[in-house]
């Protein structure tokens, strides 16, 4: 199930079918898993497996049940993952953007589910009501623990991310761990009893010390490191008074159309480099552009 977007967003557009049902149901499950045609996302580093801007899938062969982890069905051939509770997720981001730009958007929304989930079980192995260690279940879907019975489930925080608008320009800041020259949409997560709109005004209250006056969403995104749901808006702000929240970001600045227009296009003298075509910044940045 596709929904359909005039924009491009990273991470969405999987072809992945669910199928929620077969989780609960063991001889379902068993019958998936034996299906000679089962294929598997074999990523012990977290890294996707690519060949020529799609995922390699290797053969599939049935995994005890608490190493086995249903993604759903695609073409309906059955794809899996392997769960590696010892395992973490590698420091090479390096490596992992250059293979997220050759990434087709579909194939790393398969790739954002599965990484999400294999990350959520290495760091949630002990039951947050009693301590005690606990077994996936739900076919990689959940983790149950065997002493209280407590059904833990993977968790998607969300984060805000704005582009604030005065009149013709919109504001870009920097933190100190981007790469040199690099812009993007501020951001910040949600807190506890928010709305998004309320989140979106006070981060830009705090990080710029702009005052939104209105927001409008854009589109949203999953975000795999670790499980992030982006929110992507458009605030207009009553004046362009920048105060810089310097814990958070180094500089911001003002840019407007033709700016923007340079930076996407990646011109040698653009004011700012944009942020790369899978993260949901750049969409942000095209979006004000068409007007959205
Ligand atoms: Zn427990």
């Keep these: 199930m596709t929904i359909a ?8 557009g999987s072809p992945l079918d669910r199928v929620e049902p077969a989780r609960h149901d063991p001889q ?7 299906n000679p045609a089962a294929l598997l996302l074999d990523m012990p580093d977290y890294l996707p497996p690519t060949e020529g801007g799609a995922l390699a899938w290797k053969p599939f062969t049935p995994l005890p049940v608490e190493e086995t982890l249903l993604l759903g069905l695609i073409d309906g051939i059955p794809r899996f993952a392997r769960i590696d509770p010892e395992a973490a997720a590698a420091r090479r981001w390096a490596e992992l953007m250059t293979l997220l730009d050759s990434l087709d958007r579909g194939e790393a929304g398969i790739y954002a589910a599965a990484r999400s ?11 947050a009501n009693c301590g005690t260690k606990t077994a996936p279940h739900h076919a990689g879907w959940a983790r149950l ?3 209280c019975g407590t059904e833990h489930y993977p968790r998607t925080d969300p984060v805000v991310i704005m582009l604030a608008q005065y009149q013709d320009r919109v504001l870009v800041g920097r933190q100190p761990s981007f790469a040199p020259g690099r812009y993007s949409a501020l951001a910040g ?18 990080e710029a010390g702009v005052v939104a006056t209105a927001v409008r969403y854009v589109a949203s995104q999953p975000w795999p490191f670790p499980s992030q749901l982006m929110v992507a808006c458009i605030a207009e702000v009553a004046d362009d008074t920048v105060t810089l929240d310097m814990a958070e ?21 653009a004011v700012f480099g944009a942020p790369p075509r899978y993260a949901i910044a750049n969409t942000l940045f095209n979006a004000w552009l068409a007007g959205k």
């Design 5 to 12: 977007t005039d924009l491009y967003v990273g991470f969405t």
């Design 28 to 34: 379902a499950l068993a019958a998936l898993a034996a």
């Design 117 to 127: 989930l294999l990350d959520w079980h290495a760091r949630h192995r002990f039951c």
């Design 145 to 147: 623990c065997p002493v």
């Design 189 to 206: 997560f949600v807190e506890v009893g928010e709305s998004i709109e309320e989140a979106v005004a006070r981060e830009l209250r705090e």
């Design 249 to 269: 970001l180094e500089d911001a600045k003002w840019v407007d159309r033709a700016q923007v227009e340079a930076a996407l296009r990646g011109d040698a003298d």
